[in-house]
């Protein structure tokens, strides 16, 4: 079975400091990786996403990922850290046996906080 | 082009009522899906409807049941609630094709709270 572990529920960096949130997965066929972000009392948006391709995955926000899979991992990173980036990031994984079926399996989040 | 919406934004029940969730769409999305997100559990899957038809389901009781319209619009029923079942569900759409590959869009969500 496919699941996700993210390192760290709670994250605190400063304004202007690189943002590093970890995830790692785990899955016997090649996974479909994503990052979301929510904001309080609001859903889920999509930062960015791997399906196949580049390593490297550039999303919104300045944000970027990068897909390894000798580490089973997808870290998602920022250079350099904004108050409006305080929030949950979500990793998530799909379990696809086919292209037109699946589910995303979550990670517990790892809440960001920002501090001037 | 508007996003998913989800009616009502919140909900207060009591133990042994049902209750029903909806969820529209983004316009030529013909995939829904639901999620509930506790602070306990997380987020987790509930089932996924494709052209009015169930494709996929999670790991949750009888209890909680959905439908697919013909207009895509989709419903959430959860029967005979309980303390539990308060919680965060989300919905989320995909593109036309429904595949793996295209972004999941999600709703606001509908915050359920059982007394």
């Known amino acids: 079975a496919q699941s996700v572990t993210q390192l760290g529920s709670h994250v605190s960096v400063s304004e202007g400091a690189l943002v590093l949130l970890r995830c790692n997965y785990s899955s016997s066929v090649p996974p479909y990786l994503f990052w979301y972000v929510q904001y309080p009392n609001q859903g889920l948006q999509l930062l960015l996403k791997?399906?196949?391709?580049?390593?490297l995955v550039k999303g919104i926000n300045g944000f970027e990922a990068e897909f390894k899979k000798s580490e089973t991992s997808f870290h998602l990173t920022k250079p350099s850290a904004h108050m409006s980036d305080a929030a949950e990031y979500f990793c998530?994984?799909?379990?696809?046996?086919?292209?037109?079926?699946?589910?995303?399996?979550f990670g517990t989040g790892t809440r960001l906080q920002v501090f001037p | 082009k508007a996003g998913v919406t989800q009616t009502p934004r919140y909900l207060i029940k009591t133990r042994g009522q049902q209750v029903t969730l909806s969820c529209s769409p983004i316009?030529?999305?013909?995939?829904v899906s639901w999620y509930q997100q506790t602070p306990g559990q997380g987020l987790q899957f509930l089932f996924e409807y494709f052209s009015e038809t169930q494709r996929n389901k999670g790991n949750f009781p009888g209890r909680f049941s959905g439908r697919q319209f013909s207009n895509s619009r989709s419903e959430m029923n959860v029967s005979t609630l309980e303390l539990g079942d308060s919680a965060l569900y989300l919905c989320?759409?995909?593109?036309?094709?429904?595949?793996?590959?295209?972004?999941?869009?999600f709703g606001p969500g509908t915050r359920l709270t059982v007394l």
């Open positions: 998530a994984v799909t379990v696809a046996p086919s292209y037109n079926t699946d589910k995303l399996i």
């Open positions: 791997y399906t196949t391709g580049a390593t």
């Open positions: 989320a759409s995909r593109g036309t094709s429904g595949r793996t590959t295209d972004t999941q869009y």
């Open positions: 316009s030529g999305h013909r995939s």
